[in-house]
């Protein structure tokens, strides 16, 4: 189990698996109708908050995939206008993180899937982002996806691996915002000191966020940058 330092809580979301949910059409809802929905999912979204902190959803995520070494020593939950430069700019904001780290490091990012496994219409996927044209790791990912909110089109793309999800996204103009959860002071364990190339016990900085779908609580993440100087 991954501890957080007690500094801080903060509220936030339920695994979705525990959310009550109905499947709606995607596409032809009437404008008043759709206005209904946008009002219940944001009050779904107000209910979900409280129920969980930092320390519960970074392990959710991680024990998604329990095999290998243990993937974090320690973390830390900061507050966001104490996150230090660069990591500050590429993490406090409700952005992609696939947009932030093309910009940041001038080049488009590939995906590589480490792991996946599909429970119905949940998919969890364990990935490292590489720059584009060379071997060089620059952030981790954990993504659990509640593919029930996505049309069939983003649902075949996603689950086919071959592009980062923000890409995904947005090239399928899917009705989306990110509430960013918590932001992370991480001691590297094994697993990713493996994954992004650097020091067991070395910190970086990574966070928490959700990912709304058309109004629902698709996505729940953990994204972890690579060591910058």
């Known amino acids: 189990m991954i501890e957080i330092a007690p500094t ?69 939950h900061i507050p966001s206008a104490l996150t230090p430069e660069p990591y500050k700019t590429l993490l406090v904001h409700d952005q992609h993180m696939t947009v932030t780290m093309e910009a940041h490091h001038g080049a488009k990012v590939d995906v590589r899937i480490l792991d996946r496994r599909l429970d119905g219409d949940l998919y969890s ?19 659990r996806f509640d593919l029930r909110y996505v049309t069939a089109a983003v649902r075949d793309e996603i689950l086919k691996g071959e592009t980062p999800l ?23 364990g094994p697993g990713l000191a493996e994954a992004l190339g650097m020091p067991v016990g070395e910190v970086t900085y ?22 910058l100087e």
């Open 125 to 143: 996927r364990k990935i490292v982002l590489v720059k584009q044209g060379t071997k060089r790791v620059v952030q981790f990912g954990i993504v």
């Open 8 to 76: 801080s809580r903060l509220r936030f979301h339920a695994p979705l698996k525990s959310v009550p949910t109905v499947r709606l059409p995607i596409g032809d809802i009437p404008a008043i109708s759709h206005t209904i929905e946008a009002g219940r999912a944001e009050a779904a979204h107000q209910n979900r908050k409280g129920e969980m902190n930092p320390h519960d959803e970074l392990n959710a995520l991680a024990d998604l995939f329990p095999e290998g070494d243990a993937l974090i020593a320690s973390a830390e």
């Open 206 to 227: 990574g966070r928490l966020a959700t990912i709304f779908c058309n109004h629902r609580p698709a996505v729940d993440l953990l994204e972890i940058s690579a060591p």
């Open 166 to 188: 923000g890409r995904v996204l947005i090239e399928h103009n899917v009705l989306r915002h990110i509430d960013l959860g918590a932001i992370l002071r991480i001691t590297a």
